[in-house]
């Protein structure tokens, strides 16, 4: 059974920084590609970062490339979202996804080619 745990969620002001982690227990983690993936109120779940099983390909939204970098440890079996220069819109709930499969690069960026996902950490920027 696979299972994905996140952590590091706050408020935070404009400009500020918070640091997300994604522990996971089950399956091969090294395996695995990785997302993150955001969902504001009343709007649908987003596309944010996603990272390949060697950590070597990295995708971004347009939205946070430059100001967010995803990264992984697959010694601990996490993966990391480090957010910088943090805007009012970046606001949401944020979810850690993982794939046991590979996907293809057209549609890395939609959330049902993944097939696991954490519960969710609030993430709120305002002064």
């Known amino acids: 059974q696979v299972e994905l745990v996140e952590s590091g969620g706050g408020l935070v002001q404009p400009g500020g920084s918070l640091r997300l982690s994604c522990a996971r227990s089950g399956g091969t983690f090294s395996t695995y590609t990785m997302g993150w993936f955001r969902q504001a109120p009343g709007k649908e779940r987003e596309f944010v970062a996603t990272?390949?099983?060697?950590?070597?390909?990295?995708y971004y939204s347009d939205s946070v490339r430059g100001r967010f970098t995803i990264s992984r440890d697959n010694s601990k079996k996490t993966v990391y979202l480090q957010m910088n220069t943090l805007k009012p819109e970046d606001t949401a709930v944020y979810y850690c996804?993982?794939?046991?499969?590979?996907?293809?690069?057209?549609?890395?960026?939609?959330?049902?080619?993944?097939?696991?996902w954490g519960q969710g950490t609030q993430v709120t920027v305002s002064s």
């Open positions: 996804a993982a794939s046991g499969s590979h996907i293809i690069l057209s549609a890395i960026r939609s959330a049902r080619m993944y097939n696991y």
């Open positions: 990272i390949r099983s060697t950590g070597t390909n990295t």
